[in-house]
C-alpha cells in the first residue's frame, strides 16, 4: 500500500513541478500589434503614400517623376506603407488577366475539362454564370476559387469529355495530360464535381482536409491520379480507393466514369503548382456545407447537406406561397406533415405529394390543410426551387411539416 | 487553443447538417393570409332560353364567394380558353393565370325549371375537389340555388360549412330618431328579397330565428309594455309568449332543441332570468338576484346559458348551467359587457364591448380567454352569428341627431368588415340557420 502511496506521491509532486515551473501555464505570447506606424504616418508618409497611388497609373509610364523628389523622401518607413498600396494595383492587373480568361469560360462550357484547363480561378465567375442553375449558388461564395465549380454542373456532360479534352490541349497544357487520358478510367463520376474545385484549389486543400477524408475515399483516388498530391501526407489514405479504379483494365470494363477522370487527371497538373491554402478554411467550407472540393456522391443522401442558408430560402420559398387565408379555424389548428419527391430540376413531382401525417385536427381538417400545403409546393416550386443541385442526393425527398400555429386567428 | 476552439466550431457546425438522416425535413410556420385567386366563368346555357339565368347565377356565384373576402375573383377578360362543362380543363391555361380554384357549371332551363350543375377544381392539383353536384329549382328561387352553388364551392375550399343561403332578419327603421317606427323584416343575408312580417303600429326588437328557421320570437310593445311573441313564418300568425300580468319580458332566444326559450323577466324593479317550455307553458326562473341579469344565450348543445349582469357593480358575462345554479363570470376585461351570443360551433362567444367611450364587438372563448375586440365604433351592439360560425353581423349607429343605423358584418379574424346593404335604417340582425 505505502508503495502505491509513494508512487502517488511522486507522480503528483512531479506533475506540480511541471505545472508550476514548466511552463504549461504560461501562454503564448500574443504577436506584437504594429501601430506605431499609423501614427508615424503623418505628411511625408502621407505624401509618400498618395503619391505611389499615383504612381500605379503612370507607374508603367514614368519612372520620371518619381526621380525629383520622391526618391530623397522615401524615408524607409514610409515606403513600406505604400509598398502595399502599389501592390494592390498590381493585383487588379492580375484579375485583368482572369478577365481574359473569361474567353476561356465558353469551352468550359461544353466540356468539364475546359475548366480545368483554364487552371487560373479567374474562369470561375463566367462558370457559374454559363451553369447558372447548378452550381450557381454554391459557387458564389467562394468565387475566387470556386471557378472550377462552375464546370463541375455539366457533369452529366462528362461524356463528350473526350472532345472537350482536345480543345483544352491547344489552350494551355492538356496535351502533356493525354497521358492523363489513360489514366482517366481510374477517376469515378464523383470525381467530376470535385475535380473542378480540387482543379482549383487543389493542392491546397487537400491536405487541410484530413478531416473529411473519411467521406471521400474516391475524391483522394481522382487527386491521386494527378500525382502532384502524392507530396502531401493526407492523400495517401486516398491511395488505397485509387487501386480500385486506376487498374486501366478496368476503364475497358467500366467506360462509364471515364470520361470525367480525364478532367480531373487535366486539372491536377495545373493545381500541383498552386499554393495549399489553410486547411481550417477548407474544412469550415465543407463544414458549411459548401459544395467546394469535396465530392459526395458516394451513397445514397451521402452528399454535402444544405447549408442553413439553402434551407432557408427553400422554406421561405414554400412559405411564399402557403395561403391559410381560406382555411378553416380548425384546419389553422392542424398541422399536416407532406411528403414530396423532387426532381433533379428542383420541381416537385405532384404525383408524389402526399400527406404523410396531420396533428391537431380531425381529418376534414387535415384533408383542408394538405391542399393548402400542396398549392403551395406545386405554385412555388412550378418554376423550380433554388436548390443546389449537387446536392440533388439531399433534397430528392423531402418532407415538409406546414405548422399553422402562428397563422391562427388570435 | 485557437486550432481547437476553430476545429471545435467547425464540429459543431457540421455536426447538425450532416445528422440529416432520410429526407430533408424542414417546417413551414409561417405563410400568407392573402384571398385565394378563383376563376368563375359564366356557366354555360345549355338552353338558349338559359342564357340570362346563367349569367345571372354565375354573378351571384361570384358575389357569394369574393363577398367572403377569402377568394379574389379573376376577371373573365384574362382567361385563356372558355371551358365547357364537359370538356376537359386545361389546367395550363388556368395555372397561367394564377388561378387557383376553377368554377365550371351550366344552366338549363325546362319551362319554369332550372337545373344548375357545376363542378370545382384545384388547379394546380390538377383534380377535381368533390364531385359535381346538381341543383333544380323554379326561376323564382333562383338565387337560392346560386347561394347553394357558392355554400358548396365554400365549404370545399375552406372546410367549412357555408353561410349563403341564409336569411336574416331585422328591425327596419324609419323617421326622424326621436320618433322612430320600426318594424320587423327578413331578407337574404345579402340584403336581397326583403319582406316584412310587422307593420310599424308597434315597436318591435330583438327577432330571433328558431333553430329550424320557421319561426321568430321578438319583443313588441304592442301592449304599451315589452312583451315577447312568437310568429310562425309561414303563416305570419303571432301569438304573446309567458303572459304575466304587472311584468316586462323581453330579450328571448330560443334553445337549440326550439321548444323552449329564456328571457328576461322584469318584475317589481328586478329583472332575471326565466326559461319557457313552448309545450306546456311551463315557467322556470333560473337566477334570483337583486341585480339585473338579461341578454341570455344558450351553448349549442343547450347544457349552458351566458348571459350578462351587473350583480359585481358592472355590466359582465357570466354563464350559467341550464338549469340554473351558481354563474361564473368569464369577462374581466376593463369596460361593460353585454349582449353576449354562443357561437353555433360552440367555440366563441360574441359580445359587446363598452369602454373609453367606445363601443366594440369582440368575441371570446367561453371561458372568457383569448378575448378579440373586431370593431369599434360610436355604437357597435347585437352581434348574431352566421351559421357557420366563423361570420358576424351586428348594428352599427352613427353619431349625431341624424344618425342612422345600419347592419355591418365582420370576420371572425376582424378582417372584411361590409356594412350590408338594406333599403333604410336597420337595426338587430338575426341570422337563420342554413335553409333546407
Known sequence: MRTGYWISGIGHGALVTFLLFGGA????????????????????????????????????????PSPPEPTPEPATPPEPETAPETAPAPVARETAAPDAAPEAVPEPLAPEAEVAAAPPATPVLPAPEDTGPRVGEPVPQEAPRVAPDAAPPPPPEAETAPVVTERAAPEPAPEPEVVVEDERPTAPDEATTEIVTEAETPAARAPGDSPRPRERPQRLAAISSGQSLEARSTPEPAAPPEPEPEPQPAPAAEPEPEPEPAPVETVEPATPAQPEPDALEAALAQALGQPAETAPQAGAPTGPPLTEGERDAFRVAVQRCWNVGSLSSEALRTTVVVGVRMTRDARPDTASIRMIGFQGGGEAAANQAFEAARRAIIRCGADGFALPPEKYERWAEVEMTFNPENMRIR | ??????????????????????????????????????????????????????????????????????????????????????????????????????????????????????????????????????????????????????????????????????????????????????????????????????????????PRFSPDGNRLIYTSYATGFPQIYEMNLQTY????????????????????????????????????????????????????????????????????IVFESDRSGTQQLYVMPVGGGEPRRISFGAGRYGTPVWSPRGDY???????????????????????????????????TWAPNGRVLMFTRETSGAGGQPALFSVDISGRNLKQVPTQGPASDPSWSPLLP
Open chain 2, 1 to 206: 487553443m485557437r486550432l481547437l476552439l476553430r476545429v471545435a466550431l467547425v464540429l459543431l457546425t457540421a455536426l447538425p447538417a450532416a445528422a440529416q438522416q432520410g429526407p430533408l425535413r424542414i417546417e413551414i410556420t409561417e405563410g400568407v393570409i392573402e384571398p385565394l385567386p378563383i376563376a368563375i366563368p359564366t356557366f354555360t346555357a345549355e338552353t338558349p332560353a338559359a342564357e340570362a339565368w346563367a349569367r345571372d347565377i354565375t354573378r351571384l356565384v361570384a358575389q357569394d364567394l369574393i363577398g367572403t373576402g377569402l377568394f379574389r375573383e379573376i376577371p373573365q377578360d384574362a382567361f385563356i380558353s372558355r371551358p365547357g362543362f364537359d370538356a376537359p380543363v386545361q389546367y395550363a391555361d388556368w395555372k397561367a393565370i394564377n388561378a387557383q380554384g376553377l368554377v365550371t357549371g351550366a344552366v338549363s332551363l325546362d319551362g319554369d325549371r332550372l337545373t344548375v350543375k357545376f363542378r370545382l377544381y384545384d388547379v394546380f392539383a390538377e383534380q377535381p375537389l368533390g364531385e359535381g353536384l346538381q341543383f333544380g329549382a323554379s326561376t323564382a328561387t333562383w338565387r337560392r340555388v346560386a347561394h347553394k352553388v357558392a355554400d358548396q364551392v365554400y365549404s370545399r375550399i375552406t372546410g367549412e360549412g357555408g353561410y349563403f343561403d341564409s336569411r336574416v332578419a331585422f328591425v327596419e327603421e324609419t323617421g326622424p330618431k326621436d320618433a322612430r317606427l320600426k318594424r320587423l323584416a327578413v331578407m337574404d343575408y345579402d340584403g336581397a328579397n326583403v319582406s316584412y312580417l310587422t307593420d310599424a303600429s308597434s315597436i318591435v326588437l330583438a
Open chain 2, 237 to 304: 300568425a303571432a301569438r304573446p309568449l309567458g303572459e304575466q300580468p304587472g311584468t316586462m319580458t323581453f330579450a328571448p332566444r330560443f334553445a337549440p332543441d326550439g321548444r323552449r326559450i329564456v328571457f328576461s323577466l322584469s318584475q317589481g324593479g328586478n329583472t332575471d332570468i326565466y326559461s319557457l317550455d313552448l309545450g306546456t307553458g311551463e315557467r322556470r326562473r333560473l337566477t334570483e338576484a337583486p341585480s339585473i341579469e338579461t341578454a341570455p344565450s344558450f351553448s349549442p348543445d343547450g347544457s349552458q
Open chain 1, 25 to 64: 501555464f504560461t501562454s503564448a505570447p500574443l504577436p506584437p500589434v504594429e501601430f506605431a506606424e499609423v501614427t508615424i504616418i503623418s505628411e511625408e508618409e502621407f505624401a509618400a503614400l498618395t503619391r505611389p497611388e499615383v504612381g500605379p497609373a503612370v507607374s508603367a509610364e514614368t519612372p520620371a
Open chain 2, 349 to 383: 362567444i360574441a359580445f359587446t364591448k363598452q369602454n373609453a367611450g367606445r363601443f366594440h364587438i369582440g368575441v371570446m372563448r367561453t371561458d372568457g380567454s383569448e378575448e378579440r375586440l373586431l370593431t369599434a365604433s360610436f355604437l357597435d351592439e347585437g352581434p
